[in-house]
T-cell receptor, first 113, second 112 residues
Framework: DGGITQSPKYLFRKEGQNVTLSCEQN?????MYWYRQDPGQGLRLIYY???????QKGDIAEGYSVSREKKESFPLTVTSAQKNPTAFYLC????????????FGDGTRLSIL | QKEVEQNSGPLSVPEGAIASLNCTYS??????FFWYRQYSGKSPELIMF????GDKEDGRFTAQLNKASQYVSLLIRDSQPSDSATYLC????????????FGTGTSLTVIP
């Protein structure tokens, strides 16, 4: 079955630690996205990528980094510079940016220890 | 002004009633419109998309688009308790390089 796989489902971060959230898709989609969702809030765009080896900052990129070395993979690193990382992180993909709907993975819930 | 605006609710309807969810958008050149359903603690799930003015029906769901008034709505007929969720409106804004914008969502509760 085609889909988007995010791992882990739950993640805990210690102070000063970088953590990486995995996102893999087998839908052959060109575009991939990372969102952050805080309790009772909407989705906020962190980074997006339209093509391999290229990505752009979203509205809240500070304290985060990404890479897009393969079409199917778009990992997100939450660095120690992100002082309030506790949130629900959602990865999405679309055929291409512009007209197509985005489809979401199941999300990763990140908490601070 | 936000690109996409929704009434956050909560909206409560009795079981079997019609639930009406509304969304307005600011970019008149927008061409693609989507409705997502998000259950508490889960990720958003695409339930409807609409590209042309008018109505689009899929089972108990009807999406309505009025580009002149810049609003899109979602009607849920014969509402069921399992429809209780937050509904997110999303728009692709051609004026900002085809960026995808989400509203903050409307919380719907269907009362048995």
């Amino acid at each position: 079955d085609g889909g988007i796989t995010q791992s882990p489902k739950y993640l805990f971060r210690k102070e000063g630690q970088n953590v990486t959230l995995s996102c893999e898709q087998n839908l052959n989609h060109d575009a991939m996205y990372w969102y952050r969702q805080d309790p009772g809030q909407g989705l906020r765009l962190i980074y997006y990528s339209q093509i391999v080896n290229d990505f752009q900052k979203g509205d809240i990129a500070e304290g985060y980094s990404v890479s897009r070395e393969k079409k199917e993979s778009f990992p997100l690193t939450v660095t120690s510079a992100q002082k309030n990382p506790t949130a629900f992180y959602l990865c999405a993909s679309s055929v291409r940016q512009g007209w197509e709907p985005q489809h979401f993975g199941d999300g990763t819930r990140l908490s601070i220890l | 002004q936000k690109e996409v605006e929704q009434n956050s609710g909560p909206l409560s309807v009795p079981e079997g009633a019609i639930a009406s969810l509304n969304c307005t958008y600011s970019d008149r050149g927008s061409q693609s419109f989507f409705w997502y359903r998000q259950y508490s603690g889960k990720s958003p799930e695409l339930i409807m998309f609409i590209y042309s003015n008018g109505d689009k029906e899929d089972g108990r769901f009807t999406a309505q688009l009025n580009k002149a008034s810049q609003y899109v709505s979602l009607l849920i007929r014969d509402s069921q308790p399992s429809d209780s969720a937050t509904y997110l409106c999303a728009v692709i804004s051609s004026g900002t390089g085809n960026q995808f914008y989400f509203g903050t969502g409307t919380s719907l509760t269907v009362i048995p």
